[in-house]
């Protein structure tokens, strides 16, 4: 870097000199965080409503996941999976408890990508190849995880990628019931699509895909990567429809701001790996387990789920009625602000310089996902910091 000795860079420019730029540069850097607040480098802060998108269920720095991780740093590090430890197994007792089928078996992971890379793996080892996912999905940027997400844009520059994948409209139920066969491996579907500008499907959808997966043979996966962990006021974001998916996806939210990811068969026909036929080095890293672990204890006895579905009503109420907001969608704390404009970026970029943080899945939606306990305070600021910068984003 070629500068001289008086000049001292910024982060930004340190960002550029040494990081690939597949994420751009970010305009800010942050130091610090407790709860939904976070603080940058020049001291300001910001009210933290996108929660490292939909990641960090406890907010930063939680007392119960810093307690959780300190002792379990200090007892034991990482271990491979080649020995058992208690974090682990503890954890995927929990999610097993909370998918509510004794049959359910875990393999942890590190990410959203790598969780539907061991479906895909799962859907294959049913002895059928081919996939039906939905138009507009996510599922990650791996190659497998690519071949099933519904997005020309991020899939062009990769091909050939998996083929046997069909795309079909999401929430289109026709096109399941015609698409859907007994060569059909697995359906893969987002309760809520959350990249794709959080779009939720109409009721029964769900439901109605189950049936025809029962009718055909056919594995059905959930992706709650980004709906679950309580982020929708449910565990996973597919129990109002009254289902249990084949296969369940997790990340994001699950590590309570740790790398972890889980990919969770459930039922005795959903076929399940034999020793040597899947792996990966950091799976059910015990510190991260210990996070979740300490996560998911608080969720519970705190019933924070139940104030997940309140803060959906307040935050729908009072945002929805915003000159300029179209409607507030989705549910629980992962709702996307449609606006009557395509200045979601605007908006975005608008909001930090106003001190909050949101993001723009597309055009015109505004994507938030704050921690699952954020207070009806930080609410309320948020609301007036998004009034004024939607307001300043239209006259600008
Ligand atoms: C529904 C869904 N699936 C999968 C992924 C990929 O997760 P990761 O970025 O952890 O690989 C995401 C990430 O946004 C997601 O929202």
């Not at 007792?93 to 959203?112: H, I, K, M, W, Y």
Request: proline share 5%.
């Amino acid at each position: 870097m070629k500068k001289s000795l008086n000049q001292i860079p910024t982060t930004q420019e340190r960002w550029k000199e040494v990081l690939q730029q597949n994420y751009g540069t970010p305009s800010i850097t942050l130091v610090k965080g407790k709860g939904v607040e976070v603080w940058d480098e020049s001291g300001k802060k910001y009210l933290d409503f996108l929660g490292g998108i939909a990641t960090n269920i406890l907010g930063h720095a939680h007392p119960a996941i810093v307690k959780a991780v300190s002792a379990q740093v200090r007892e034991l590090s990482h271990v491979s999976n080649l020995y058992a430890h208690l974090p682990g197994v503890e954890l995927a007792e929990r999610l097993q408890d909370l998918v509510g089928d004794p049959t359910a078996r875990v393999f942890f992971c590190n990410s959203g990508a790598e969780a539907n890379e061991a479906a895909i793996k799962i859907a294959r080892l049913s002895g059928r190849k081919n996939i039906i996912s939905t138009t507009g999905s996510f599922h990650g940027r791996t190659m497998g995880a690519l071949s099933i997400t519904g997005q020309e844009a991020k899939r062009a520059p990769f091909y050939p990628l998996l083929s046997d994948v069909k795309f079909l409209p999401y929430g289109d139920l026709a096109a399941m019931i015609k698409h859907v066969n007994r060569k059909t491996a697995m359906v893969i579907v987002e309760p809520i699509q959350g990249e794709n500008g959080v779009v939720t499907p109409q009721t029964g959808y769900l439901a109605a895909i189950r049936e025809l997966c029962d009718d055909y043979g056919v594995l059905f996966a959930i992706d709650a990567v980004q709906t679950g962990m309580g982020r929708t006021g449910q565990w996973f974001g597919y129990e109002q429809e009254n289902i249990q998916p084949d296969i369940i996806t997790l990340a994001k939210g699950l590590g309570g701001g740790l790398p972890l990811g889980a990919m969770i068969t459930v039922g005795k026909k959903t076929p399940a790996f034999k020793p040597g036929e899947h792996g990966t080095t950091f799976g059910a890293n015990p510190i991260a387990c210990a996070a979740a672990n300490a996560a998911i204890d608080y969720l519970v006895t705190k019933n924070v789920l139940a104030s997940v579905t309140k803060a959906e009503i307040y935050l729908k109420k009072n945002l929805s009625s915003l000159p300029g907001v179209v409607e507030v969608r989705g549910r629980g704390l992962l709702l996307g602000i449609v606006l009557d404009e395509q200045i979601a970026e605007k908006v975005a970029t608008q909001a930090v310089k106003n001190g909050i943080l949101v993001n723009s899945p597309n055009k015109n939606v505004i994507r938030i996902a704050p921690a699952l306990n954020v207070t009806a305070l930080q609410m309320q600021i948020f609301i007036r910091q998004f009034k004024k910068t939607l307001k300043e984003a239209q006259n600008d």
